[in-house]
């Protein structure tokens, strides 16, 4: 099973910073299966980035996704206040999904 | 627009069974697969398995493998989670989601159904 290790825990910034969060795999994961996700509290997940860099639908383009191999990058250019949020990978490999633990971005 | 709609909360006992369902509309059931997911309380997401609702395939996370089923309802374009053997630690928010086909991702989500076991 391929492990997801997501760095920073948590990640302390204000609005209008750049936040760079890291995923990094314990093997080779093909980037068309490497995805991004939001989560808030009482919500359900948001797909942001699919196939490493590819936003989803109706996401802004302060989201981007960049990486291969076994490291992965999710990044905010500018963050906005309805961007502080936990943020997990996701990927898939041999018919199972795995997501890591999350970064949690919060207000500084 | 693509909607999922999962059925509402539930308590249950330990040692009990727990069927949630997630109706789909807004694009053609059968050609998409389901995932579900979970998240207990402070916790991460977990994968639990997919169907698919072409065929009724499924694969499973090796750790729910021996209690959970996952189904589907063409006919209503449903898919169901059941989950059997209830612990205290299966309490969480549990979420259906459509597989993004070619990419593996999951593209809409359901809005989640908690289930509390509890004596």
């Known amino acids: 099973e391929i492990v997801l290790t997501q760095s920073p825990g948590t990640l302390s910034l204000s609005p209008g910073e750049r936040a760079t969060l890291s995923c990094r795999a314990s093997q080779s994961v093909s980037s068309t299966f490497l995805a991004w996700y939001q989560l808030k509290p009482g919500q359900a997940p948001r797909l942001l980035i699919y196939g490493a860099s590819s936003r989803a639908t109706g996401i802004p383009d302060r989201f981007s996704g960049s990486g291969s191999g076994t490291d992965f990058t999710l990044t905010i250019s500018r963050l906005e206040p309805e961007d502080f949020a936990v943020y997990y990978c996701q990927q898939f490999g041999s018919s199972f999904w795995t997501f890591g633990l999350g970064t949690k971005v919060e207000i500084k | 627009q693509v909607q999922l709609v999962q059925s509402g909360a539930e308590v249950k006992k330990p040692g009990a069974s727990v069927k949630v369902s997630c109706k789909t509309s807004?694009?053609?059931?059968?050609?998409?697969?389901i995932s579900w997911v979970r998240q207990a309380p402070g916790q991460g997401l977990e994968w639990m398995g997919r169907?698919?609702?072409?065929?009724?395939?499924?694969n499973y996370a090796q750790k729910l493998q021996d209690r959970v089923t996952m189904t589907t309802d063409t006919s209503t374009s449903t898919a169901y989670m059941e989950l059997r053997s209830l612990r205290s630690d299966d309490t969480a928010v549990y979420y259906c989601?459509?597989?993004?086909?070619?990419?593996?991702?999951?593209?809409?989500w359901g809005q989640g159904t908690l289930v509390t076991v509890s004596s």
């Open positions: 989601a459509r597989i993004l086909t070619g990419y593996y991702s999951l593209d809409y």
């Open positions: 807004g694009y053609t059931f059968t050609t998409y697969s």
């Open positions: 169907i698919s609702a072409y065929n009724g395939n499924t």
